[in-house]
């Protein structure tokens, strides 16, 4: 299910929940409708969330390969501690 909000909020929120569920890439955020995954990333950083970053290849829809960063969200005081309001 892709989000349909440029809220900042929202998209952390949304990314938080991907995060939880299993590691994520820039693409399929994208896909997902995070346009840029980098910024809500470093923002959720800011906000003391362990979230690692790796790197792989995936192909795109056009075949070209590109190495793009897989987030992996790991368990820390903030991110036991910290829940978005529903």
């Known amino acids: 299910m892709a989000i349909n909000t440029t809220s900042t909020y929202e998209q952390q929120k949304y990314i938080l929940q991907?995060?939880?569920a299993r590691p994520h890439s820039t693409n399929e955020l994208r896909e997902l409708g995070i346009y840029?995954?980098?910024a809500r990333i470093k923002e959720l950083r800011d906000?003391?969330?362990?979230i690692k970053t790796?790197?792989?290849?995936?192909t795109d829809s056009?075949?070209?390969?590109?190495r793009v960063g897989?987030?992996?969200?790991?368990?820390?005081?903030v991110s036991q501690n910290?829940?978005?309001n529903d």
């Open 70 to 77: 897989v987030y992996v969200l790991h368990q820390n005081e």
């Open 62 to 66: 056009s075949g070209l390969a590109h």
């Open 47 to 50: 906000k003391g969330f362990d």
């Open 36 to 38: 840029f995954p980098p």
């Open 18 to 20: 991907c995060l939880y």
């Open 82 to 84: 910290y829940r978005y």
């Open 54 to 58: 790796f790197y792989r290849k995936e």
